[in-house]
């Protein structure tokens, strides 16, 4: 079987109406797909002023606003009659599902129930999110929910070894298979550092600047990461935080960090510049399958401390490149930071080791192995 032989139908909850790793892997996937002859058509709810412009024919199915304050997201209805006949209408021979909600469950169904081949790609630790809301007693349902959706698969597809080796931990048995990541290593350089631009923000260029990347809310361990800014100030550690993002969670964190700098939301070439710009970089946050903001700020040799979770392990080399932490442990963290604020020439050799590291990142490699997948999956 030749790639343009392939009929995908892709399903996501959330493909381009608000930006995060996940839609944007999956619309670079999309991207890899058509320029490789694929005929490919997605199913996901929409908004009149989506983020991006999507990669791709898109579908879009009926959704409500997702509840518990997280409107901005949406949460589909599954496969309405109209949706199942453009389905029909389109004969897909693989079902790709990207998501454990109830348009994932009910595409796996029909999938299985055309005998059609199915595939599963995992991209966020769902499991995790309670514990940040107050209903961490629901974590072991979700884990339970999420084995029983990944085990009716033909084929799951993760971004590292780490998810893999936690799936089989849960119970799945289905075949899982690695869909890593790459970097823009263009936009992602140390050569974009701008002291002009640190400077326009009130950061001087002999201030280390200890740095959030990415969307504001809860479970990115905005909760650990204010702890451990205020550990540094009690601690005297000279140093200013620099965020970088927005999110609903935005009011929430200023509160708790209040000399912290905010740079906004950034994109492009300008993300490329804010984050070559940092000088630490520190993810807490222990809700990743991969982490692409860690590889870009890899990338960007800028060192990391990070959380030892999926996100992080078996990309940031601990000691090495960064440091890997107990997710919630403040004083190891402030510790970490520490060292890295105290000792340029630390942070100088873990940043061009991370910058090495990150060279074997490539999105053209990654989304091939998802190809690979689905052409091994439909000839069985």
């Known amino acids: 079987m030749k790639p343009s032989q392939l009929r995908v139908a892709m399903f996501s909850g959330n493909y381009n109406y608000v930006r995060d790793g996940a839609n944007q892997a999956l619309n670079r996937l999309a991207r890899h797909l058509l320029d490789h002859g694929v005929t490919l058509r997605v199913y996901s709810p929409t908004t009149d002023k989506p983020a991006f412009p999507p990669t791709g024919d898109l579908v879009s199915v009926p959704a409500y606003g997702m509840p518990g304050g ?3 997201y949406k949460l589909a209805r599954g496969l309405t009659a109209k949706t199942r006949a453009d389905l029909t209408a389109f004969a897909p021979n693989i079902v790709h599902v990207s998501a454990p909600d109830i348009l994932g469950h009910r595409a796996l169904s029909w999938g299985r129930d055309n005998g059609i081949a199915t595939l599963a790609s995992l991209h966020t630790r769902f499991e995790t999110y309670p514990q940040y809301y107050g209903i961490g007693f629901l974590e072991p349902l979700a884990v339970a929910l999420s084995k029983r959706f990944y085990n009716r698969a033909d084929q799951v597809m993760v971004p590292g070894r780490g998810m893999a080796d936690l799936l089989r931990e849960w119970g799945v048995t289905s075949p899982i298979g690695i ?3 790459g ?3 263009q936009r992602f350089s140390p050569g974009m ?11 001087g260029d002999d201030e280390v600047a200890v740095s959030f990347l990415g969307r504001l809310v809860l479970e990115k361990g905005l909760d650990v990461f204010s702890e451990v800014a205020t550990e540094l100030q009690r601690r005297g550690v000279k140093h200013r935080i620099l965020v970088i993002g927005e999110g609903p969670a935005r009011d929430w964190f200023a509160e708790r960090v209040p000399h ?5 939301f950034q994109a492009g070439d300008d993300l490329g510049r804010a984050v070559a710009s940092m000088d630490v970089f520190f993810n807490p946050s222990i809700t990743e399958t991969f982490g692409n ?4 700020a890899m990338a960007a040799g800028v060192p990391v ?3 030892r979770a999926t996100g992080a392990v078996g990309m940031v080399e601990d000691r090495t490149t960064g440091f890997l932490v107990p997710p919630r442990d403040i004083p190891a963290y402030a510790d970490a930071i520490a060292r890295l604020c105290e000792d340029a020439d630390l942070r100088w050799r873990m940043g061009l080791a991370g910058h090495d590291a990150a060279k074997g990142y490539r999105w053209d490699s990654a989304n091939q192995s998802v ?3 689905y052409l091994r999956i439909v000839r069985g």
């Open 193 to 203: 550092r701008d002291l002009d631009w640190r400077r326009s923000l009130g950061i």
């Open 179 to 181: 869909w890593s990541r």
């Open 183 to 185: 970097v823009d290593h």
């Open 371 to 373: 190809l690979d997948a």
């Open 70 to 72: 997280r409107g901005e």
């Open 305 to 307: 401390v990070a959380a």
């Open 293 to 296: 903001v860690t590889l870009e």
């Open 260 to 264: 912290a700098v905010f740079a906004g």
